[in-house]
């Protein structure tokens, strides 16, 4: 059988790994043990941190949101429970938006939110739980 030599494919790969391993410190960069080791730590952490990005720019919504609900006297909760009531359908990064963009927009959405009525299905279970 014939000798099978892999040392372009050794050398690829390894080249490979270095290149992602380029800009880390020390001998991250040049080691190839250490580099695959860190570039698979690195692969980990994008992989995790591409949904915690997704996360935290919800939570910068919600935190706008409610900065602009406690500037008109409302509480965030109340603000989002009274949008559902009056049957408004508008996600929380147009909300975000409009809260920072345009305030008068905002003031009129909260008025709607504030006098939002209980679908009386909610006071039907209410009664039935007594």
């Known amino acids: 059988m014939v000798r099978v ?3 372009v494919a050794s050398r690829k790969r390894k080249k490979r790994v270095l ?3 380029k800009g880390q410190f020390g001998q991250r960069s040049k080691r190839y ?4 080791r860190s570039v698979a730590k690195g692969m980990a952490y994008s992989y995790r ?3 915690v ?6 939570n910068i ?3 706008r949101i409610n900065a602009a609900c406690r500037e008109n006297d409302i509480t965030y909760s109340r603000f989002i429970n009274g ?3 009056a049957e408004i359908e508008i996600n929380r990064k147009m909300l975000a938006e409009i809260a920072v963009d345009s305030t008068l927009a905002f003031k009129k959405l909260i008025k709607i ?10 006071k039907v279970k209410a009664a039935k739980k007594e």
């Open 113 to 122: 939110a504030k006098e939002a009525k209980v679908p009386e299905v909610k």
């Open 33 to 36: 043990q250490q580099a695959r």
């Open 49 to 51: 941190d591409r949904r």
């Open 61 to 63: 919504w919600v935190v």
């Open 19 to 21: 290149k992602a391993a």
């Open 5 to 7: 030599r892999t040392a």
């Open 53 to 58: 990005k997704k996360r935290e720019i919800k």
């Open 83 to 85: 949008l559902k009531n």
